[in-house]
């Protein structure tokens, strides 16, 4: 039996720092050993565009847990870490779930947490985490300009994206960003697309 060509896609970087959490994804796919696409969008906005999430892995089995995730978020009123482990737990538990090849990463303008199959729901320390074929070398280089420069989080994002690509095959620069910055006097987030 031949086996199927390995679609891998993907870096998606969240970074929070002075106030908003940006979310960014590389746009290319990749088929066994070549470029499908270049502008794939792999990060969405969710829940009255109050939620950022971001995938790595399968698109199709991405898109069937940014369905199931919404879901909770309604069933939660907006309650990001109850969704999040409630996702977790269905994903875990369910059989048609548990073969999703994806991994997501959900912040809103408090929190951040990565998702996995394994029924993980991980909150990173310093606010910035990642996921894909990159996200090794764009999470290193994140937390590098983090801890050594004022940028912004827009602009380390973007950076740490951008060195990602610089190293990673699967990887290129065609990025996709979504910011939620919690500066408004009623606590309710703005937020800025690219």
Avoid at 64 to 81: A, C, I, P, V, Y
Avoid at 126 to 141: E, H, K, Q, R, T
Wanted: include cysteine; proline fraction near 3%; hydrophobic fraction near 40%.
């Amino acid at each position: 039996m031949a086996s199927r060509p390995r679609t891998r896609s993907t870096t998606v970087l969240s970074v929070r720092t002075r106030g908003s959490v940006v979310l960014v994804g590389d746009g290319q796919v990749t088929m066994g050993e070549g470029v499908m696409k270049h502008h794939a969008r792999k990060i969405r906005r969710l829940y009255n565009e109050k939620v950022l999430a971001g995938f790595a892995g399968s698109t199709a089995d991405a898109f069937s847990l940014f369905g199931r995730f919404e879901t909770k978020l309604e069933q939660f009123h907006g309650n990001l870490s109850r969704s999040a482990v409630e996702l977790a737990k269905d994903w875990r538990t369910d059989r048609s779930l548990r073969h999703l090849e994806a991994m997501l990463i959900v912040s809103d303008p408090s929190d951040t947490f990565l998702l996995s199959g394994q029924g993980d729901v991980i909150e990173p320390d310093d606010g910035v985490c990642a996921i894909g074929s990159g996200g090794p070398y764009a999470l290193a280089a994140a937390r590098a300009l983090l801890n050594n420069t004022q940028l912004s989080a827009r602009e380390i994002a973007t950076q740490a994206l951008g060195i990602a690509a610089d190293i990673c095959i699967y990887t290129n620069r065609e990025l996709t960003l979504e910011e939620l910055v919690s500066t408004k006097p009623d606590g309710q987030p703005e937020h800025q697309a690219k």
